[in-house]
Each structure stands twice: as C-alpha cells, then as structure tokens.
C-alpha cells in the first residue's frame, strides 16, 4: 500500500512513519514523502522512504500539481497530512472540490478554528474548560488589558503554531514587555492564567461521525528543554502513557462544543492538550488538528493511530467499528531522544541516584 505523508521534515511525520514501519501489521507500506525544505533529514532517509520530494509551501501556485503529480506516479492510495498549513490546504480543497487521494482531513471550518488558540479558547469561552485568558497585541493598551484580566504571573504563547512557540510564564509587566520585544516574528500572543499541574494530552480519532479511538498521555519532560526559555520545546522526552476515562469524556465534551461551532461533521484526528491547576483540575489549552510528535510511543504502547487511520481510509471490513480506549499497563512511561527508538519501560525501573 502506497501511502504519502507530508512534511518529513519535523518530528511528528518521523514518528508515524516509524510507527508504521514498526508497529503496523496491517499491510507492508511504500512510504512517499515530501517536505518544503531541502535540508529536511528525513528527505534523504533511504530506509524510512522508498522516495521523497521537494514541494512548494502550501498556498503556492505548484503546490497542487506538483502533489498531484507525485500521487499520479506513485498510485498513492492514503494521504497522512501532518503540517498544520497543509491540513487547512487539503481541507478547503475537500471543500471545493475532489482530494487527489483519500486523507482524514476535518472540515475547513473547523480547522480554521482549532489552528488558531485564540479562536478555539473563545469558542469554548463559556464551558469552564478553558482557563481565563486574553488576546494580547504588540501595543500598551493591550498590555494593560490582559495584566488586569489575568494579573502575575500567567503563561503566554503564540496564537498559532507548535513547538511551545513563543511560550513563557510571566511574573511582571517587564517581563511581557521584554518577551513581546523578542519575539517580533509572533504576531499575536494569548495569555492564560498559570497552571502548575500535569500537562496532558489526549488523542481522539472520529470517522464519518464516530469517535472510535481514544487515548490519554502525560509530558513531563522535554528533548532540549534547556533552549527554551519556558523549558517547553513542543518535543517530549520523557511522559507517562495513561488510563483516564474522566479526561477523554471532558476532551469528547469539548469536541461535540468545537464541531457545533465551526459547523463542522465529526471526523478527523484530534489531539487535546490539557494542563492541571493547583487542584488537579484539567484545564484545554490547544487542540491539534493532528498526531504530535510522541505517536510513536503510543504505537509502542498498543494504541495504533496511524494504522487505524490507514485502515478506516482503506475500507478493511475487519475494522472493529466499537468505540475503544486504549489501555495501557499500569504505571507505563515512554522515554525518547532525537533519533533513538524510544523506549517503554514501569517507572519503577527508573534509576535511583540515591545509595541503598
């Protein structure tokens, strides 16, 4: 089965291409990738892709031929788009007319909403299960708004994009001055109340108006985390793969509030980040419209989203239509690097640095 994944070039189409070329029983698979970036490693990986291409950025003129093109020479059956760019272009293409092969896209609306942070928190403003925030622009007046609507310390992020872009937690007005100042490529930022507590994530998978996967995760660590003022890169080095009904049903809630909002059919692949308050209260803080970069370990772990994916879009009548969580053995962790195959393992044989 030939199945193109879009954007090689960064950690998460890594990780579901590793994931199916590791965890999928499903069929065997010619991998076709693409990225806008001629220095994208993954590009040259000759063991990850039977072949790879140089496209144009969505939005430009040749970026339809020249996918087109590639999916024509290669029969290339299931699209994996991963960039969020290139999800809103394969979704306002969905709307206007035929995609040039079968992909699990949301509808334009939707995503339109969810790749924006400032959208999606208004659109849930009223449900309780977002935390206080505020758009905050480049300008005084708008500085003093959000520090009276929120006061000291509360966390601030771009609007859009990944990778904890733009992210801190601010403890004074010099402080988000200084940041904004460094951050002139950030157009828009939102400020949220600060929550101390864990940072989670849940996957939920919708198809044709189903959900009928779910899972849950914990971030605790992350790869370069040193680089960043925040210590968030977007990229976990270290997390816990969980069993919380209670989170799905608030991540199911919320996405039953977003689909009636944007108008919009449930279906596509959706990824819930959460943070806890003081109380342990889980609080959306963004809404992938898309896997995130440690699918894999969820792979490792059992919970094959990215083969499911292939064979919903494939028609495979085995599929068990049942909605299902995925569970995991108690107390199981993930731990990854860069390059490395990660590694699962009980925390209870982490390393101790204390003498026995």
Same mark, same amino acid.
């Given at each position: 089965?030939t199945i193109?994944?879009?954007?090689?070039g960064?950690?998460t189409?890594?990780s579901?291409a590793?994931?199916?070329?590791?965890y999928s029983?499903?069929?065997?698979?010619?991998?076709i990738?693409?990225d806008i970036?001629? %220095?994208?490693?993954?590009?040259?990986d000759?063991?990850?892709?039977?072949?790879?291409?140089l496209v144009p950025?969505?939005? %430009?003129?040749?970026?339809?031929?020249k996918l087109?093109?590639?999916?024509?020479?290669?029969?290339?059956e299931?699209?994996l788009?991963q960039?969020?760019?290139?999800v809103l272009a394969?979704?306002?293409?969905?709307e206007e007319?035929?995609?040039?092969? +079968?992909a699990l896209?949301p509808?334009y609306?939707?995503?339109?909403t969810?790749?924006?942070k400032a959208?999606?928190?208004e659109?849930?403003?009223d449900?309780?299960w977002?935390?206080?925030?505020?758009?905050?622009q480049?300008?005084?007046e708008?500085?003093?708004e959000?520090?009276e609507?929120l006061g000291?310390?509360?966390?601030?992020?771009s609007?859009?994009?990944?990778?904890?872009?733009?992210?801190?937690?601010?403890?004074?007005?010099?402080?988000?001055?200084?940041?904004i100042?460094i951050?002139?490529?950030?157009k828009q930022f939102?400020g949220?109340?600060?929550?101390?507590?864990r940072?989670?994530?849940? +996957?939920?998978l919708?198809?044709?108006?189903q959900l009928?996967?779910?899972?849950?995760?914990?971030?605790?660590?992350y790869?370069?985390?040193?680089?960043a003022p925040s210590?968030?890169?977007?990229?976990?080095?270290?997390g816990?793969l969980?069993?919380e009904?209670?989170?799905v049903?608030?991540?199911?809630q919320a996405?039953?509030?977003l689909f009636?909002?944007?108008?919009?059919?449930? %279906?596509?692949?959706?990824?819930?980040d959460?943070?806890?308050?003081?109380e342990g209260?889980p609080?959306?803080?963004?809404?992938?419209?898309? %896997?995130?970069?440690?699918?894999?370990?969820f792979?490792?772990?059992g919970?094959?989203?990215?083969?499911?994916t292939?064979?919903l879009?494939?028609?495979?009548?085995?599929f068990?239509?049942q909605?299902r969580?995925?569970?995991?053995?108690k107390d199981?962790?993930?731990?990854?690097?860069?390059d490395?195959r990660?590694?699962?393992? +009980?925390e209870?044989?982490l390393?101790?640095s204390?003498?026995?």
């Amino acid at each position: 089965m030939t199945i193109l994944i879009n954007g090689i070039g960064g950690p998460t189409p890594r990780s579901i291409a590793r994931a199916l070329r590791w965890y999928s029983c499903y069929r065997r698979y010619e991998l076709i990738g693409t990225d806008i970036n001629p %220095h994208a490693r993954d590009l040259y990986d000759a063991s990850l892709y039977n072949k790879t291409y140089l496209v144009p950025p969505a939005g %430009h003129p040749e970026y339809w031929p020249k996918l087109e093109q590639i999916i024509d020479d290669h029969g290339i059956e299931v699209a994996l788009v991963q960039p969020e760019l290139e999800v809103l272009a394969w979704a306002q293409r969905a709307e206007e007319d035929k995609l040039p092969c +079968k992909a699990l896209i949301p509808g334009y609306s939707l995503a339109q909403t969810l790749t924006d942070k400032a959208r999606m928190t208004e659109a849930l403003q009223d449900t309780g299960w977002v935390p206080p925030s505020a758009v905050i622009q480049a300008d005084e007046e708008s500085y003093q708004e959000a520090v009276e609507q929120l006061g000291f310390p509360f966390w601030i992020r771009s609007t859009s994009g990944s990778s904890g872009l733009g992210s801190l937690k601010v403890e004074d007005e010099a402080a988000l001055r200084n940041w904004i100042s460094i951050n002139p490529g950030v157009k828009q930022f939102i400020g949220s109340r600060y929550l101390p507590g864990r940072n989670l994530a849940c +996957k939920l998978l919708y198809y044709e108006g189903q959900l009928l996967r779910a899972a849950c995760a914990e971030r605790v660590q992350y790869i370069m985390a040193k680089v960043a003022p925040s210590g968030i890169t977007g990229n976990t080095s270290f997390g816990r793969l969980l069993n919380e009904p209670e989170l799905v049903d608030i991540a199911t809630q919320a996405m039953e509030r977003l689909f009636e909002h944007a108008g919009a059919p449930k %279906h596509g692949f959706f990824t819930i980040d959460f943070k806890e308050d003081e109380e342990g209260t889980p609080f959306i803080t963004e809404v992938n419209v898309r %896997h995130v970069a440690f699918s894999i370990c969820f792979a490792a772990g059992g919970a094959t989203f990215a083969e499911d994916t292939v064979r919903l879009l494939d028609g495979d009548t085995r599929f068990d239509w049942q909605y299902r969580m995925y569970e995991f053995e108690k107390d199981l962790i993930f731990l990854r690097d860069v390059d490395a195959r990660p590694l699962l393992l +009980k925390e209870n044989q982490l390393l101790n640095s204390q003498s026995d």
